[in-house]
C-alpha cells in the first residue's frame, strides 16, 4: 500500500476557545497508480486532511503511513523524500507560484534545491517538463502574472512532476478556472496519472469532476468519512442521507455527468 491514513484527526486550538476538531477519525488507502476522490461541502475538512496528509500540520491523533513509514517519525532526511514522493497542486493556481520568479527559474528551483539533475541537464529538463504539460517554449520567461490561470495550473504540476513524485495530492485544481479551461486541466492530470503511473487524491465539491476521474470516492461531511466505495456505486447508488444531498443539489446530475465526460473526450481528441 503506497499510503494509509489510519483514524486521523486534526484539531485546531484558538485561545480563549475551545479546541475544534477539522478532521474526526479518518482512515482510508490509496494504491500506486490509484486515483481517490474526497468530496463534500467546503468546511467539512477536505483541506485540513490534506495538509496533514502532507506534513504542512500536524495531526493531533492517529497516523499518516506511506509506505508503511508513519510520517511523524520520520528523520529530518526521510521527511524530506517524501515531500519529494508526495506533491501538491493548490486551488489557486496563481496564487501558488513565486510573482517574482519566470517559469523558467521556477522549474529550475525545484529542480536544483532538491538536486534532481545535475547543473547541466537542468535546461533540458526544463523543456521536457513543459512539454509533458502542454505549455508552449514562449512562457519560459513570463512571470505568473502574464500568463492564464490554466496556464498557472499547468506550470504548478510541471513543478510537481519535477520532483518525480508518487503521489499527487490535487485540492479542487479547477474550481478557479474557466468552465472551457476544466476538461483540458482534467485531461492532463488523468494523462499524467496514467502515463507516470501516479497516485492521485482530487479533493472536489464537484461530483462530476470526481465521478469521471476517480476510481474510488469517499464522501465527507462534519470532518469525517459517511460513506466510501467506487465512484459508480457512490454517485449511482447513494446509501447516506448527506451523500444523496449533494446529487439532489444538481440539476440534473445525470446530464452533467455526461456532459462533463462528452467535453472530456472531445479534449482529448484535439
Do not use: W
Not at 36 to 41: K, L
Not at 188 to 194: E, F, G, M, P, V
Amino acid at each position: 500500500m503506497l499510503l494509509a491514513i489510519q483514524d486521523l484527526r486534526v484539531t485546531y486550538t484558538v485561545q480563549g476557545r475551545p479546541p475544534f476538531v477539522a478532521v474526526d477519525g479518518v482512515s482510508f488507502s490509496v494504491r500506486a497508480g490509484e486515483s481517490f476522490g474526497i468530496v463534500g461541502e467546503s468546511g467539512c475538512g477536505k483541506t485540513s486532511l490534506a495538509k496533514a496528509v502532507m506534513g504542512i500540520h500536524p495531526p493531533s491523533g492517529g497516523a499518516v503511513r506511506f509506505e508503511g513509514e508513519d510520517i511523524t517519525r520520520m528523520t529530518a532526511a526521510q521527511f524530506k523524500a517524501y515531500r519529494r514522493a508526495v506533491q501538491m497542486v493548490f486551488q489557486d493556481a496563481t496564487g501558488s507560484l513565486n510573482p517574482r520568479m519566470t517559469v523558467r527559474q521556477t522549474l529550475e528551483e525545484a529542480l536544483r534545491v532538491h538536486r534532481m539533475r545535475p547543473p547541466h541537464q537542468i535546461g533540458a529538463r526544463v523543456l521536457e517538463l513543459l512539454d509533458r504539460v502542454g505549455l508552449p517554449q514562449d512562457t519560459l520567461d513570463a512571470y505568473s502574472c502574464e500568463i492564464s490561470g490554466g496556464q498557472c495550473q499547468r506550470v504548478s504540476l510541471a513543478r510537481c512532476l519535477a520532483l518525480e513524485p508518487r503521489l499527487i495530492i490535487a485540492d479542487e485544481p479547477v474550481s478557479a478556472l474557466d468552465v472551457s479551461v476544466q476538461a483540458r486541466i482534467l485531461n492532463l492530470i488523468r494523462a499524467l496519472q496514467k502515463d507516470l503511473n501516479l497516485a492521485v487524491i482530487l479533493i472536489s465539491h464537484d461530483l462530476a469532476v470526481v465521478r469521471n476521474i476517480c476510481d474510488r470516492v469517499a464522501v465527507m461531511y462534519g470532518g469525517t468519512f459517511v460513506e466510501e466505495g467506487s465512484a459508480a456505486t457512490v454517485m449511482e447508488h447513494p446509501r447516506h442521507d448527506y451523500t444523496r444531498t449533494l446529487l439532489a443539489a444538481v440539476p440534473d446530475v445525470t446530464r452533467a455527468l455526461k456532459g462533463r465526460a462528452v467535453g472530456c473526450e472531445k479534449e482529448e481528441r484535439r
